[in-house]
């Protein structure tokens, strides 16, 4: 495979070989090793996973009229599709998730402008210089 | 069950593009393909303990395809799988085979784009409809019915 252009829908996608192996190694038990092939396949399967996953909670997502696959969607699919034993879990990697994005959230807010420690004055004679260097930069590279 | 702590994580991008390869899926929240992500870590450990359970009931030290077909073709949470499994070898063939299975398994799956998009759109199909896969299998059903059927014409002379 030596595709050094991407461009538009890559049908060949699949998940990175080396870590589906890393993945496997730390799921298998001990005393059992996988195949070659096996791990192809599995790699196979797991990519069907996705694209099932994928189509169910599309489904869902247009029967709400709405235009971006969200969580709510993906947790719906689950149970859909007869995997409630994986509810719990994902429900953790949300609430974490939702718990990080207001962090983010937080830091923009507050700002790295407030908590600088610098007057609005300094900060706009910063900003006016920010500006005298990149229509520079901008210069020297038309030339 | 086993410890969920693994140190490798699915590419959460990747994850994200393989989904956008069905053109009806439009935009994808920030969270969707991580949870996705959280689910599929789930599915291949509950695949892999199944299959294992036919590995060490076969009194094998490797999991084979052979292994993975037989737990897929087993459990209906997998039936989605059919299609996938279905140029695998049977348990009965014999290691030629099953090597050639392999390499059928490979380049069915992850080798040229078309045979991949085939399965694809073959799997689209099936997880939609989902009645090929089982039809095959309630007519698989019916036939070994139908010989019961015919044995007990025999006992009952």
């Not at chain 2, 897929?72 to 099953?98: C, M, T, W």
Request: charged share 35%.
């Amino acid at each position: 495979m030596s595709d050094n252009e991407r461009g538009g829908p890559e049908d060949d996608l699949s998940l990175p070989k080396a870590t589906v192996q890393k993945l496997i190694n730390e799921m298998m038990p001990d005393d059992i090793a996988c195949a070659k092939d096996t791990r192809d396949l599995l790699i196979d399967c797991c990519v069907e996973f996705i694209h099932l996953l994928a189509s169910e909670a599309n489904e869902i997502c247009e029967k709400e009229t709405k235009k971006t696959i969200a969580a709510e969607h993906v947790i719906t699919a689950l149970k859909a599709l007869g995997f409630d034993a994986y509810l719990p879990e994902v429900e953790v990697v949300l609430q974490d998730h939702k718990t990080q994005q207001k962090v983010k959230d937080k830091d923009k807010k507050s700002g790295r402008l407030e908590n600088s420690g610098r007057s609005e004055e300094e900060l706009l004679s910063e900003q006016l210089r920010l500006l005298a260097e990149a229509k520079e930069r901008f210069r020297t590279q038309q030339q | 069950m086993r410890n969920r702590k693994y140190k490798t994580k699915f590419p959460v991008a990747r994850i994200k593009k393989i989904m956008q390869m069905d053109e009806d899926v439009g935009k994808v929240a920030q969270a969707t393909p991580i949870l996705i992500s959280k689910a599929l870590e789930l599915f291949m450990q509950s695949l892999i303990d199944e299959a294992c359970m036919e590995t060490r009931a076969k009194n094998a030290k490797r999991l084979t395809a052979a292994h993975l077909k037989k737990t897929i073709l087993e459990k209906d949470q997998f039936d989605f799988l059919r299609d996938i499994v279905e140029n695998v070898a049977d348990p009965q063939g014999d290691a030629g085979s099953g090597q050639k299975g392999g390499s059928g398994g490979g380049a069915g799956g992850g080798g040229t784009g078309a045979t991949a998009a085939a399965d694809f759109a073959g799997a689209m199909a099936a997880a939609r409809k989902g009645a090929p896969a089982k039809l095959t299998d309630r007519i698989k059903g019916k036939a070994t019915a139908k010989d019961e059927d015919e044995d007990d014409d025999y006992d009952n002379e």
